[in-house]
């Protein structure tokens, strides 16, 4: 039996799970407030206060680093790589210190993992992380050379999905054709070819539908013109990401509330909502035709994914695709533990991470 400890780093928080092989024996979201974060300038600055909240757990739950046989954390904002379990070492490290593709949370994860494990000489991991790059040649192309397409996306989630739709289809995920659509804080929408996410929406500050707290795609001569009008970069990006979307429409980032406010008839948040499904729709819609029409099924996960009024919503558009499959909520936890678990059980071989080479 392997024991494997696995970290996900989030914008506000620190999840943290114990499995036993498959099973899990704990789970603790640790919620940061804004005091406890608004003297870090920088997210990488908050290395040292995040593995103090995971130390101070571990010692609470009775866990010794000895303990634990692998310790997995979220992947980071890496160089594009391919799908799989990657082993931490200096060379990621180093560019998840410097943030090679931006800032997130997410890029803590494998240091936070690296540094428990080499106290115990322990392996550390990674798992499909938001940089998961399988896109085909023609799904880069954006309409100019210098702003080529990038795959950034719920590649942990998605995958993990994919694979269980593979299941209960009774079929290899390798056979299948599916458009997976993640709805969460970010949306993003897949076309799985085979095994392989070959276009996928920029879910992280680039295209596809609205969210609830990013704008997707917006028209682009008018962004840019929004650019000159005085409005600083940082203000420009955080209407795209942080404060697009739902935020920009209704002031709220929080989909139980809009949910409440749909429920009580609320017209401007209905129009609103209706709005952000007719994109998600269209998504799915264009996924369909990357694959040719040949959809096996379409998937949905993410924690909106439980609101059967938006799935009903976008099931009138697009249900005459393929049949729907819900796996509503995230199991990123799990799929982390269970990326590790491949390898400690020799079912795949850890990837190297490299810049000059393919993964």
């Not at 593979?166 to 659509?181: E, G, I, Q, S, W």
């Not at 997707?216 to 008018?222: I, N, T, W, Y």
């Not at 982390?336 to 850890?350: C, I, M, N, T, Y």
């Amino acid at each position: 039996m392997y024991r494997i400890l696995a970290l996900n780093p989030g914008s506000t928080s620190t999840k943290i799970a114990f499995f036993h092989d498959e099973n899990e024996s704990f789970a603790v979201n640790l919620h940061h407030s804004t005091q406890d974060l608004e003297n870090f300038s920088r997210i990488i600055d908050q290395y040292a206060f995040r593995l103090q909240t995971i130390e101070k757990l571990l010692e609470e739950k009775g866990l010794a680093l000895n303990d634990i046989d692998a310790f997995v954390g979220r992947g980071g904002l890496l160089i594009p790589i391919s799908s799989g379990t990657f082993a931490v070492d200096d060379i990621m490290l180093k560019d998840l210190y410097a943030g090679v593709q931006g800032e997130h949370a997410s890029n803590l994860g494998g240091i936070l993992a690296y540094e428990l494990a080499k106290r115990v000489d322990k392996p550390a991991f990674i798992v499909d992380p938001v940089v998961v790059d399988e896109l085909q040649d023609l799904a880069r192309f954006s309409g100019h050379p210098e702003l080529p397409r990038r795959s950034i996306f719920h590649a942990l989630n998605q995958k993990a999905v994919a694979r269980k739709a593979a299941t209960h289809l009774k079929r290899p995920y390798t056979d299948l054709n599916l458009v997976v659509a993640h709805l969460g804080g970010g949306i993003s929408v897949a076309a799985h070819e085979k095994g392989r996410v070959i276009d996928v929406n920029n879910a992280l500050d680039g295209d596809g539908p609205f969210s609830p707290e990013r704008s997707g795609s917006v028209p682009a001569g008018d962004l840019v013109r929004l650019c000159y009008s005085g409005k600083d970069c940082r203000t420009v990006l955080q209407m795209i990401k942080g404060k697009g979307g739902m935020v920009a429409y209704l002031g709220t980032n929080d989909m139980r509330h809009v949910q409440h406010l749909v429920a009580d008839g609320d017209r401007r948040a209905i129009t609103v909502y209706r709005a952000m499904a007719y994109q998600i729709a269209k998504e799915i819609g264009a996924m369909s035709v990357v694959l040719k029409g040949r959809v096996d099924a379409i998937v949905f996960t993410g924690g909106i994914a439980f609101d059967k009024i938006l799935l009903g919503w976008i099931s009138e558009y697009c249900s005459h695709i393929a049949p729907i499959l819900i796996f509503a909520g995230e199991e990123e936890m799990q799929s982390l533990a269970l990326g590790a678990l491949r390898v400690l059980r020799g079912d795949e071989k850890a990837k190297v991470y490299r810049h000059d080479q393919e993964s």
